[in-house]
T-cell receptor, first 113, second 115 residues
């Protein structure tokens, strides 16, 4: 079945450091790919998405590019802030997001001032 | 986007009892989903609830343990039956909006502790 493998952490960074969270997937079709974020004490929020190969999703300074050849969707940010401290989940949906989401295990990021 | 509320936000229950979790959406949606997030783990889909039809359960989840109702396009309930400590989790509902392709919106979750 479909699956998502991502870095698990936890990871601690200093403010303004670069961030990369690796995510690779296995799917039978052509999935849509997502990064969700869960801030402390809050619900799960969609951070960014990409629906086809070579698409780049971006939001709040985060970026991720849908790489079909490497089946990857790595999340990057050039300069993290304390407010980026959260748990990040990579996920896929095999039917454009209208069907179920398959999540990676999540990675907790802590950014220190 | 959609505003989703869940009740209760948290509960502590005794082994062997049942708890019903409510999910309310501020707009009409066709598809609603129930997920479980066990402590320190990722989210796992329990079932998909479409209005007017029986819920579709994922492997490892059964209707007798997690009965679901979907009486209309804005509301659903999930019951966790005959609870054991292993059911201690966060339970989340989510919805897909037909006019926002590729996006699902999540409720704040219900944190359940079974003693």
């Amino acid at each position: 079945g479909d699956s998502v493998t991502q870095m698990e952490g936890p990871v601690t960074l200093s403010e303004e450091a670069c961030l990369t969270i690796n995510c690779t997937y296995t799917a039978t079709g052509y999935p849509s790919l997502f990064w969700y974020v869960q801030y402390p004490g809050e619900g799960l929020q969609l951070l960014l998405k990409a629906t086809k190969a070579d698409d780049k999703g971006s939001n709040k300074g985060f970026e991720a590019t849908y790489r079909k050849e490497t089946t990857s969707f790595h999340l990057e940010k050039g300069s993290v802030q304390v407010s980026d401290s959260a748990v990040y989940f990579c996920a896929l949906s095999d039917k454009g997001g209208s069907e179920k989401l398959v999540f990676g295990k999540g990675m907790k990021l802590t950014v220190n001032p | 986007s959609a505003v989703i509320s869940q009740k209760p936000s948290r509960d502590i229950c005794q082994r062997g009892t049942s708890l019903t979790i409510q999910c309310q959406v501020d707009s009409q949606v066709t598809m609603m989903f129930w997920y479980r997030q066990q402590p320190g783990q990722s989210l796992t889909l329990i079932a998909t609830a479409n209005q007017g039809s029986e819920a579709t359960y994922e492997s490892g989840f059964v209707i007798d343990k997690f009965p679901i109702s979907r009486p209309n396009l804005t509301f659903s309930t999930l019951t966790v039956s005959n609870m054991s400590p292993e059911d201690s989790s966060i339970y989340l509902c989510s919805v897909h909006l037909s006019d926002r392709a590729y996006e699902q919106y999540f409720g704040p979750g219900t944190r359940l502790t079974v003693t």
